[in-house]
Nanobody
Framework: QLQASGGGPVQAGGSLRLSCAAS????????MGWFRQTPGKEREIVAA????????YYAAFVKGRFTISRDNAKNTVYLQMNSLNPEDTAVYYC?????????????????WGQGTLVTVSS
């Protein structure tokens, strides 16, 4: 089970750090991902991180603004978001990549958390 938190309102250019706490599984064994979704659009990958935390993947639109990290001792994955702009407004979700999956599509992930809303104002 995943619990995302840390969203909220922020002005353009500001920063937020999202957290996703996991329970009930061997956390360090799984690739974790952050996705986002806005009304009328498909859910899209933002970033993902390996179980050990030594490799990561970012969507092109992140452009060096976001950093994904994890603390396996705390069963938590983070998304540090800097230089936010209004286009980053979305509900952000964390999820676990399914065993045997090799891509970053929403269908490759499961155990979705409830999402946390990020609202960036100009």
């Amino acid at each position: 089970q995943l619990q995302a938190s840390g969203g909220g309102p922020v002005q353009a250019g500001g920063s937020l750090r999202l957290s996703c706490a996991a329970s009930g599984r061997t956390f360090s064994s799984y690739i974790m991902g952050w996705f986002r979704q806005t009304p009328g659009k498909e859910r899209e990958i933002v970033a993902a991180i390996s179980g050990s935390g030594d490799s990561s993947y970012y969507a092109a639109f992140v452009k060096g603004r976001f950093t994904i990290s994890r603390d396996n001792a705390k069963n938590t994955v983070y998304l540090q978001m800097n230089s936010l702009n209004p286009e980053d407004t979305a509900v952000y979700y964390c999820a676990v990549r399914r065993s045997g999956s090799f891509y970053y599509r929403p269908s490759d992930f499961g155990s979705w958390g409830q999402g946390t809303l990020v609202t960036v104002s100009s």
